[in-house]
Structure formats: C-alpha cells, structure tokens
C-alpha cells in the first residue's frame, strides 16, 4: 500500500521518540542546517516541501496522565532531521513565551497563547509529575547534553554529536531570537503543516531492521565499515536474546563501537575513510587475513552468520574479544594515525583508562620523523598493533623501539627505494597478528628481527642497494617540470639535525614551495656563458662544460639546506662562504651546519668542482649508514675513510667504491654504478674467496 506524506506534527504528536544506542549521534553542522532553514524560509502560500521518509520501530505504548495515548518507538532513520526540527520548534515556543512577556497587551496575544500551547503538547507528554521530552536517547550521555540545552544551560561538549548538538543550539538561538510574532509563525506553520515526510513502521511492515539500517543510516550516505559490523554484532546479540544457549554472550556492541567512535574522533580520525581503514586494519589483525576494505563485511558475515541460528563457543569467544578490543584499538589507532598538523593530541590524550602518557618523548619524535615522511598509512599496520601492545608507560621503550623501525622502513624502502605502500602489507599484518597473541613476541627484538628480515631478504631494500641509489647520479632536486627526489629536505634535514648540537636554523615543512626555498645549489643552478657578472664568470670557469653543469647540478652533492637561499643564488664560491658585504653566506651564525662545512670540500685552489659534489656524497652516504642502518646481523654496511677508493674518469661520470668489512658480521659491499643496459651484480662471497 501507497504510503501517504504527512506534516511534522504528525510525526511527533502522540509518540515518543528513542535514538538508539547504535547510532553516532547528532553530525549536521551548519551547512546541513543553513540548507532546511532556508528550504522552509522560502515556501509561500499552500506549497509543501518534502524532506523524505522517516523509518520507525514501534516498541509499545502507553496512556499519558492527561490520558492521551503515547506511541513509543526507536527512530532507525532520520536523527538529524527529526532533531533539527524538534530543536527549531523549541526555540520557536522560547521567542512566543518571550514575546508574551515583552508585549502582554499585544493584539495577537491570545493567538500566542494559542501556539505556545499547540507546540508544548508536540514537544512533551505528561507523566503524573512532570512533562517529559518526546525525543529521548539511549546514550545517557547524549541525553543529558541534549536535555541541558533545552534548559538553556549548555555544557562544554565532550564528543562530537554534542559539539554539533551544541551548534544547533547557538544556529537557533541566532535565527530565532529576535523576530516578532508573524515572522516567527510563519516559520512555526513551515515547520508543522508544509514540512512533509513518509513515516514507515519497520514492525508494521515486517522488515527486518538491521538489514534495513545497513543501506542507509542517519547521516544519508551509506554506512561505514565500522558501521556495518557493529549493527551485525547488533543483530547476533539481540536475536534469540532469551535462547539460554546463547546467554554467555554478554556484549554490548553499541556501547563499545560509541566509545570507540568518540576516541576516533578525539583524534580527529573519525571520517568515513579513517573508520573503514580502522576496521580494515584490526579485523585483518584479529582474525590474520589480508582482505581489502571491501571484502570484510561479507566475510565478517559468513565466518559469524552460525551464532544467528544456533551457539558456537569458539564463535562466540572469537566475536566477543573482537569487540572488546574496538575501544583500546581505536586509541592506538587515532594515536597512530592523527595527521601531523594534530600532531599534539599524541601528547595531551591519555589513556582512557589509566590517564597515563600514550608513548615517551622520544618515542613521539619518532613518530613525527614518520609523519613527516608522508606515507603513515604503510606501516600504520604493525606500528598500531605494537602501540596497543607496548601502552603501559612500562612498555614505551619498547614502542619507542617500534616507531623507529617504522621510520627506518619507511624512509628505506618507500623514499628511497620508491616501493608502493603496501609492498609489505601481508607480513606487517602477521606480525600484528603475532603481537596480539604470541605473549613470547612481545618486545621490541621481535620487531627488530621482523623488520631487519624485511630489510634483507629484498635485495632491493639493503643498504646496499640504498646507497647505490643515492649515489647514482640521479637529479634529486625538483627541476623542468619533473618531481626530483620527494624526501629530499627530509634528508638534508635529518643529515643538519646530525651535525649540529643544537636545533637546526631551519624548520622542516612539508610544503613544496617552503623546501625549495630551504635547499641551496651549491654550484648554481643557472649557466650564462654569455654573463660579465663575476660571479658567472667564476662558475663558468671552473664547469666550463654546459652540458656537465646541466647533468651535476641537481646531484644530492650539490644541494645543502640553507636558511637563505634568496641572497647567496648565483655568487662565486669564495663569496658564498664568506662575503662582508652580505647578510648572510655559509660561515655566518644562521648559517646551516652544513653549508659550514662545505669549505673543508673545496680543493687547493678553492675551488668547488665535481669531485667536490663526489666526496659530499660520499658523505652524505656515510651519514645514511648510520641513521638508516638497523645493525642486526647481516645489515650492517660502513664506508671508512681509509678503506674507500673513489676512482674519477676524465669526464667525472663514473667512480666505483670498494669496502673492506670490519669483521666477520659484516656484509662486503661492492657495487659499482652501471649505465641502464648492465645489470649491478651482488657480492658473492663464496665467488670472492
């Protein structure tokens, strides 16, 4: 049958409203609000507008104390608008009340009087004590935030439903405070008579409630992953409630999936993506699979679909420790996965059950060494797992251990190996896996061991194969057009934080127009054979070769971090490292560390030429071996002064380093850079000796 629209009133008259437990809450903001508002501002005369159906759950009724029935029902779909138009009447009812008292003899008192009645009987019904609100909510936190605001005593929200809920209070208070009587019945009648909806009762029309709210729910877009499988969890702990097989299934999905979403959201992580990247993360963990997003309700579905029917101890276990884990889960989860410009919220959350720090200071630093890098979601995995595991203030060592593996693989092998980001998802994922449930594996030299054999077993990840990609001529600053090497400031800021002893004189950022700026070409970048300035006539003296200049310039031995770049651009050397006349150059006190060791590279004449840009890049390799070198057995690479040989051909195109290892745990390292066509050899030591 036909199902006919009906007005507002209609919807809330006779009825009390429930908002469940497993829904999110209140989440219009003012844009969604401003829409309505303006929506019922501009119907005229006889025109309706329709806002859409509305899905109930009759539950049971009542007979109020006047003696009117009272239908109560679960409101399964239409929070936001059902909430925003019980909101805009109460401030409705709120401006006729104050404009009675300021205006008692005005001619349309008595139709004041009138309204005020008719929209008091819609927002209340009768108990034998005192007028209760229709719309009620399950989360008694809600509820009292909500029934704060109708009293006009709003307190400082503490989640976000009740920052929002407290945003529809100041957007009413805004719209409706000061307008006289025909303005505000105007917009009393749009919101009763001209507002319509198709109200659907779930239990009248035999559908299945669960599966209903898995297509929509009250935000109007369909629902998250997260979603899902709580309002599935829902569905297995509430059928059959009664079947005494089945009561040692002791679990509150709602409630732990509310307090889950309220973390996420301390953390600002609680968006769709970030909600289905948590589930995705913690059910690959939990249950050791490598599903993507997309793949785990269905098989949530099936593993669990038995304890619909019948129980199933292991089933039953299984699920209840699932959820169990959500809330702790999603702490080290927001922890993990904040974005860096909400970087302190690391530091001021605290454990939501001890109140204890969430990680040490150094361990902080190492997370923001990671997040700085720009690919948090590739170990975001393992490192989550490790932070839940390694929370007690007793274990921060041990998790402080974990975000440097997570940096040092990042940097490796995704910033300078270029590997896709979840090149090793699968074996992040079991180790995950292990640290929940291998009490053995819990400690940080499981993780080292873990990460050192990720390392290893590619040869495309080893130190090795790093340093050949440093040293491999590429142009590694962004140039015509082209991206360059994209961490190259992390680099060079991480290479100044190791050779000075206090903060370096420029700041790190992640904006490519600020690290351009901050990256110095020690040898210019611009070739004007044709200049009279001095300056280029220097440069071209000594790199008399424009197509040299045009190859060598971008190399990462030619690039220094700076803190002015504007004023040394295009100088001769000597007056780059030391010019009078000038605010700023390599030797004075804002200089960078680095640029004040660029003169101890400078030949007998002083002169900075190719072999210069060679012998900084041996030494920035030299710096990528101890920073980046995890020294487990079978890692580790050095490159001593007294055992390199650099051999420089006439065009300064090639030059090959040999090491001699130290001792017996070390690898040899020989590797020569090749042109494209020939194939770079491993050592092999039994093919040596």
Not at 222 to 246: A, G, H, Q, V, W
Request: charged share 30%; net charge negative.
């Amino acid at each position: 049958m036909a199902q006919t629209m009906i007005p507002f009133t209609n919807v809330i008259a006779t009825r009390k409203i429930t908002l469940p437990e497993n829904q999110r809450g209140y989440s219009w903001t003012d844009i969604q609000r401003k829409e309505v508002f303006n929506d019922l501002d501009l119907l005229t005369n006889n025109k309706h507008h329709y806002f859409g159906p509305i899905l109930i759950t009759g539950t049971g009724d009542f007979t109020e104390h006047i003696g009117h029935q009272v239908f109560e029902c679960t409101l399964e779909d239409g929070q936001q608008r059902v909430t925003s138009f019980f909101v805009f009447l109460f401030f409705i009812r709120k401006r006729l009340k104050d404009l009675m008292k300021e205006d008692p003899d005005s001619q349309y008192h008595s139709q004041m009087t009138k309204d005020e009645g008719n929209i008091e009987d819609l927002l209340y019904y009768s108990t034998s004590t005192k007028k209760e609100l229709r719309l009620v909510n399950e989360n008694s936190h809600l509820d009292r935030f909500f029934q704060d605001l109708l009293i006009n005593n709003p307190q400082k929200p503490k989640s976000y439903p009740e920052s929002q809920l407290l945003g529809l209070y100041e957007f009413c208070k805004e719209k409706f405070s000061n307008l006289d009587y025909l303005s505000i019945r105007k917009h009393y009648l749009n919101l009763t008579v001209k507002s319509k909806f198709i109200l659907v009762d779930l239990v009248q029309n035999n559908v299945d409630k669960y599966t209903t709210f898995d297509a929509i729910n009250s935000r109007g877009l369909p629902l998250s992953l997260f979603d899902k499988i709580k309002n599935y969890c829902i569905l297995i702990t509430e059928r059959d409630k009664d079947d005494n097989s089945r009561k040692n299934l002791s679990l509150n999905p709602a409630k732990e999936w509310y307090e889950a979403i309220k973390i996420l959201q301390n953390f600002e992580v609680s968006d769709r993506s970030h909600e289905d990247d948590f589930m995705t993360d913690l059910y690959n963990i939990f249950f050791k699979r490598y599903y993507y997003k997309g793949d785990i309700h269905d098989n949530f579905v099936k593993k669990f679909q038995p304890l619909l029917t019948g129980s199933d101890q292991q089933l039953e276990k299984e699920l209840t420790d699932f959820v169990k884990l959500w809330v702790p889960y999603a702490q080290s989860f927001g922890f993990v996965a904040v974005s860096p410009k909400n970087n302190a919220k690391r530091q001021s959350e605290k454990d939501y059950k001890n109140n204890t720090d969430l990680a040490n200071n150094d361990a902080l630093d190492w997370m923001i060494k990671r997040d700085n890098l720009g690919k948090q979601e590739a170990t975001r995995v393992f490192l989550t797992a490790a932070h839940y595991i390694f929370r007690d203030p007793s274990r921060h060592n041990d998790f402080e251990e974990a975000a440097k593996l997570a940096e040092i693989y990042t940097f490796r092998v995704l910033s300078v190996m270029h590997q896709p980001k979840d090149i090793s998802r699968k074996k992040f994922i079991i180790i995950g896996n292990n640290l929940l449930n291998n009490t053995a594996l819990q400690n940080s030299n499981y993780l080292q061991q873990e990460i050192c054999s990720i390392l290893t077993e590619n040869k495309d990840f080893r130190l090795e194969r790093n340093v050949q990609k440093l040293l491999n001529g590429d142009k590694k600053y962004p140039h015509d057009g082209t991206g360059g090497w994209g961490d190259l400031m992390y680099f060079l800021y991480e290479y100044e934080c190791s050779v000075s002893s206090t903060s370096p004189t420029v700041d790190f950022s992640s904006k490519p127009s600020k690290q351009r700026d901050s990256i110095e070409h020690i040898m210019p970048k611009t070739y004007n054979p044709k200049s009279k300035h001095p300056s280029f006539k220097h440069w071209i003296k000594v790199w008399n070769d424009e197509e040299h200049h045009k190859n060598w310039k971008h190399r990462l031995g030619n690039l220094v971090m700076t803190a002015n770049n504007q004023v040394l651009y295009n100088k001769s050397i000597d007056l780059k490292i030391k010019d009078t006349t000038a605010k700023y150059d390599y030797s004075c006190p804002k200089a960078t560390n680095a640029e004040r060791k660029i003169s101890s590279y400078l030949d007998s004449k002083g002169e900075f030429h190719k072999e210069s840009i060679l012998r900084r890049e041996i030494d920035y390799a030299k710096f990528f071996l101890k920073r980046w070198d995890i020294n487990c057995c079978g890692e580790h690479l050095e490159l001593e002064s007294e055992t390199k040989v650099i051999l420089i051909n006439k065009e300064f195109e090639e030059f090959n380093v040999i090491e001699i290892p130290k001792n017996d745990d070390c690898i040899m390292s020989y590797f020569e850079p090749k042109s494209n066509e020939e194939e770079v050899k491993e050592w092999d030591p039994e093919a040596e000796e």
